[in-house]
C-alpha cells in the first residue's frame, strides 16, 4: 500500500470512529431503544472477558500437575469477586496466588 493511500485509509478509519463515538453523545439515551440500552449495559464485562479469557487458558509453563497455575489463580479470583464484588480485592487475591503458585512451581520444577 502506498503513502497516501495508507494515510487516507487511517483517516477515514478516525472518522468513522469519531462519528460513531458522536452519535452517541449526540443522541444520548434519547435515541436507543430500551433493548440495546439494556444490552450495552454488559459491554465493559464483555471487554474485560474477552481481554483476559485468553491469557488465562494459554499455558504458562508453571503448573501444578495437569493444572496451570493461571487457571487456579483465576478460579480463585472469580469466587472472590463473586464473594466481595469489589475489584481490588478481586485483582490483590488472583495476582497474589499467582505470583506465589508460579514462584512454588518454579521451585519444585
Known sequence: ???PALWGTI???GVVTWALRASFVMLGDA???PLLRRALTYVPQAVLAALV???L???SGAAFGPVDVRLLAGALALVVAWRTKHVLP???AGMGVLWVLTWLAQRGA
Do not use: E, H, Y
Open 90 to 92: 478481586t485483582l490483590a
Open 31 to 33: 435515541g436507543l431503544p
Open 11 to 13: 483517516v477515514a478509519m
Open 53 to 55: 479469557a485468553p491469557a
Open 1 to 3: 500500500m502506498s503513502g
Open 57 to 59: 487458558f494459554a499455558p
